[in-house]
């Protein structure tokens, strides 16, 4: 690109996005994220970059988010879509920092450099696709991100207020125009088409009950369930909460980060004993389901139970399919329950790898399996089925016996509902009310396939929580010196103890997990465990107390 180009550019930034703080931003485990009046200019520049990467791969569309996910309402965020519907590849996350993070002097230089390192032709076409969640902030931000892309002459696409699913849905579809059509109605008719075509070979039987609950968390997956909601036939009775209206503020004491952590009921939804409750994050990228017993004790169905129920009924399909060469596999993280891990091995049978949190992690290592299953206990997950898989399904689906034809057409279906790009609630939500409907089961049976060891999480506030290093998928940690010693000791006293400790990729903290055979042991090791890390990496504030 010629010079007076870019000169452009920089005349732009200054004017329209200027750089306002000199707080160093980094692109972590989500993109960027912080305060949403700290981002003007990283979202500017992040269109600049989501251009240069679509150049580099010939034209192909990028997407770009603009979302704090589970964050709190001030905090917003954006995060750049490789064309596959995937998250940017790991080696342009330093490129992106270094480019959020330049003066608005160096901008010029820095993007020029930044062409010429990653050897983007800019004389081809470059196509971006935006979204943005429901925060006040978001259309400003959206609006600058636009603007990054029109100034390196890309071609912005704004898709208004989308999940963070779908826009990765539509991003892989703009590539790969197999995979469905690229619009907010290309994702429903495809997913809702799914469920709906599913039903009909799989009537309500047994304990299922179509009568569904959802916390929206006051986000963006709510609004669009209410969407869906009227087009359902009555196939599932939606029962919406926490929409965004009546006050409600986003994921503030709901959604399911809010449900996973505090191990609680959210705000702003009616307690009916026994009710499944299905509960959204913020963007709709992950969901965790709940109910209440009639003793309002909490039960929690999270990451790790959906990602088990799921394989657990693809594993059944695939034998109806009588498709044994396939190889099906499970993707966890330290913080899935010791209880699911062994559920996963002894009793269903698949293998289980264990990975770094962080949904790319997961994903990297489900695609070596033929079908894969993977998940955070958070609630982040989805299933991948490679090219071979789904080319034996189809045929067996054709040309299969009866028997076997049947389970391969419910197979397709179930890929058809799947948003393989990245973990989707919407989908997800779906396809756990189709197992949970094929198998006649209410939501205690599902829970009863298991039975969770007690954990918590802590927090601990560090001087510098990149003190804490850590190894084999988290759960070593490496430095400061003493402190997996310590936590080995203090492990050690509990009966199933087990503890980690990691750096938190989007929070300026430490995060500390532990679980033990009783809730109050699992307290008090996480409490132990905060301690050590407040000790030996530098604590800052009140030390941590041993609850009582
Ligand atoms: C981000 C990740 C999520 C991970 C979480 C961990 C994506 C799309 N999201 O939300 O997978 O569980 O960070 O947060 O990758 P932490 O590092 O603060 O514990
Ligand atoms: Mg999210």
């Given at each position: ?29 989500a993109?960027?994220r912080t305060k949403a009046n700290l981002l ?26 603009i979302t704090a996910s589970h964050n709190l309402e001030p905090d917003n965020g ?55 969640d429901t925060r006040y902030t978001s ?76 916390d929206g968390a006051n986000g963006v ?21 926490n929409?965004g209206?009546?006050g409600g503020k986003l994921n503030l004491n709901c959604g399911a980060d809010f449900v996973k952590v505090s191990?609680?009921?959210p705000v702003g ?10 509960s959204l994050d913020g963007d709709?990228?992950r ?172 927090k ?44 938190s990729?989007t929070e300026d903290v ?39």
């Amino acid at each position: 690109m010629p010079p007076s180009s870019l000169r452009v550019v920089y005349a732009f930034a200054r004017e329209m996005h200027p750089k306002t703080s000199d707080v160093f931003i980094q692109y972590g485990t989500a993109g960027f994220r912080t305060k949403a009046n700290l981002l003007e200019h990283v979202v500017y520049r992040m269109g600049l970059l989501a251009v240069i990467r679509s150049r580099v791969k010939n034209g192909r569309t990028i997407g770009m988010m603009i979302t704090a996910s589970h964050n709190l309402e001030p905090d917003n965020g954006v995060k750049l879509v490789d064309p596959d519907g995937e998250m940017l590849e790991q080696s342009w996350e330093e490129i992106a920092t270094r480019l959020a993070n330049v003066s608005d002097n160096d901008l010029e230089s820095t993007t020029e450099q930044v062409i010429k390192q990653v050897n983007a032709d800019m004389s081809l076409k470059a196509s971006v696709f935006i979204g943005m969640d429901t925060r006040y902030t978001s259309p400003r931000l959206a609006a600058a991100a636009a603007n990054g892309v029109i100034a390196l002459k890309g071609t912005p696409k704004e898709f208004g207020i989308v999940t963070t699913p779908m826009l990765h849905y539509c991003v892989k579809c703009r590539n790969d125009n197999t995979y469905g059509t690229p619009t907010e109605e290309g994702y429903y008719e495809k997913i809702v088409g799914a469920f709906k075509n599913i039903r009909q070979k799989l009537p309500v039987c047994g304990n299922y009950n179509t009568t569904l609950y959802v916390d929206g968390a006051n986000g963006v997956g709510g609004k669009k369930l209410n969407i869906i909601r009227k087009s359902l036939d009555g196939e599932l009775d939606l029962n919406l909460f926490n929409l965004g209206g009546n006050g409600g503020k986003l994921n503030l004491n709901c959604g399911a980060d809010f449900v996973k952590v505090s191990q609680k009921p959210p705000v702003g939804i009616e307690h009916v004993p026994f009710q499944r409750v299905a509960s959204l994050d913020g963007d709709a990228d992950r969901i965790v389901y709940y109910y209440l017993d009639d003793k309002d004790n909490m039960n929690l169905l999270d990451g790790d139970r959906i990602a088990t129920l799921l394989a657990s009924y693809i594993t059944e399909l695939l034998k109806g399919c009588e498709a044994s060469e396939l190889q099906l596999g499970l993707v966890q993280t330290a913080y899935a329950n010791g209880a699911s891990t062994n559920y996963i091995t002894n009793d269903l049978k698949v293998p289980v790898t264990c990975v770094k949190t962080g949904v790319k992690h997961l994903h990297h290592a489900a695609l070596a399996y033929d079908i894969g299953v993977y998940f955070e206990a958070n609630g982040h997950g989805t299933v991948i089925y490679s090219d071979k898989a789904k080319k034996l399904i189809a045929k067996i689906a054709q040309e299969g016996e009866p028997e076997q034809r049947k389970a391969a057409q419910l197979l397709q279906n179930f890929i058809d509902m799947t948003n393989e790009t990245v973990g989707d609630a919407i989908s997800d939500l779906f396809l756990v009310e189709t197992v949970l409907c094929a198998r006649g089961h209410d939501a205690t049976q599902w829970m009863s396939a298991y039975s969770d060891l007690p954990c918590r999480q802590l927090k601990v506030t560090v001087r510098d929580r990149n003190a804490i290093s850590t190894t084999d998928a988290e759960r070593q940690c490496t430095s400061p010196e003493g402190l997996q010693t310590r936590i080995d000791e203090l492990v050690a006293t509990y009966t199933d103890g087990r503890a980690f400790v990691r750096p938190s990729g989007t929070e300026d903290v430490v995060r500390v997990y532990a679980e033990a055979d009783t809730q109050q042991s699992a307290d008090k090791l996480a409490a132990e465990v905060a301690q050590a890390v407040f000790d030996l990496a530098g604590g800052v504030g009140a030390r941590p107390e041993i609850p009582a």
